[in-house]
Structure formats: C-alpha cells, structure tokens
C-alpha cells in the first residue's frame, strides 16, 4: 500500500489492524494511531521467532484482543521490507486474515507525508501503560 491508501482507509470503517513493527521506544515516540506494536528485528528473522512469541510482544491488553481477533482482517504491516516480509509470511501461512498489506516506505514515508495524524505517547500514558485513540484522526 501506498500512505495514501493507508490514510484514506484510516478514515473509514472496517477491519483493518495495522502493525508496528519498529521498537517500543520508536513506537512510544510517534507512531501511527490505532497501530499495534510488535517489536521485530532481524535477528529474529534468522532466529525463526514463531507468532505466537511475536504475540506475546504485544504490551497493551486491548492491542492483544485486537491481535486475537483478526481473522477477515484486512492488515497493513509498517516496518521495513525484510521484516514486514517475514511477518506477512507469517500470518500467511496461519490462513486468518483477509489480506495483508506492507505499507511502502514504511513509518517514515507516512510520517513525512501525515505528520499531523501520529501521535505519541506522554508521561502519564507511559507510566499507566494506557493510550487511548479518538477517531477519525486522534492527534496529541
């Protein structure tokens, strides 16, 4: 997908669960709204991480219900090409969701073009562990 994809269908309803797959940090940072964070690096591409170990990555309890239930899910992965690759053949090869989608140029080229849209987490959302998206574009 192209950011423009990934903006246009933010706006509307229907499945669709992005993922994260920069760090934690990055993530808590800036990052796209309603995106599920699933630290990947690249060792554990060569490491073979299952995703049931990815799922345990997920630290927020509606982030995890939101991952259990996507089956006819439309899915937009966001990283880089190697890692998104890996995870897309992951959920692939479970037969869950509808379809999956790497966004092209991953979170900085979205960024660049919709910086107005991400958002981040502040002090108190980090302690609480609690971060909570209004729709349609839920900004700081």
Same mark, same amino acid.
């Given at each position: 997908?192209?950011?423009? =994809?990934?903006?246009?269908?933010?706006?509307?309803?229907?499945?669709?669960?992005?993922?994260?797959?920069?760090?934690?940090?990055?993530?808590?940072?800036?990052?796209?709204?309603?995106?599920?964070?699933?630290?990947?690096?690249?060792?554990?591409?060569?490491?073979?991480?299952?995703?049931?170990?990815?799922?345990?990555?997920?630290?927020?309890?509606? =982030?995890?219900?939101?991952?259990?239930?996507?089956?006819?899910?439309?899915?937009?992965?966001?990283?880089?090409?190697?890692?998104?690759?890996?995870?897309?053949?992951?959920?692939? !090869?479970?037969?869950?969701?509808?379809?999956?989608?790497?966004?092209?140029?991953?979170? =900085?080229?979205?960024?660049?073009?919709?910086?107005?849209?991400?958002?981040?987490?502040?002090?108190?959302?980090?302690?609480?562990?609690?971060?909570? !998206?209004?729709?349609?574009?839920?900004?700081?």
């Amino acid at each position: 997908w192209y950011p423009i =994809d990934l903006f246009n269908r933010m706006s509307g309803f229907g499945s669709l669960i992005i993922i994260d797959t920069r760090s934690w940090n990055e993530y808590q940072i800036i990052h796209i709204p309603r995106s599920i964070c699933i630290p990947i690096n690249e060792d554990d591409i060569k490491n073979n991480i299952s995703l049931s170990d990815l799922e345990l990555r997920i630290t927020l309890l509606t =982030d995890k219900r939101i991952f259990k239930n996507r089956q006819r899910t439309t899915i937009v992965l966001v990283g880089t090409l190697s890692i998104s690759t890996y995870l897309s053949s992951l959920l692939i !090869h479970e037969n869950k969701v509808s379809s999956i989608a790497i966004l092209d140029g991953g979170f =900085d080229i979205f960024y660049k073009k919709y910086p107005f849209i991400c958002c981040n987490y502040n002090e108190s959302e980090i302690i609480s562990n609690k971060h909570i !998206h209004k729709p349609p574009f839920p900004c700081k």
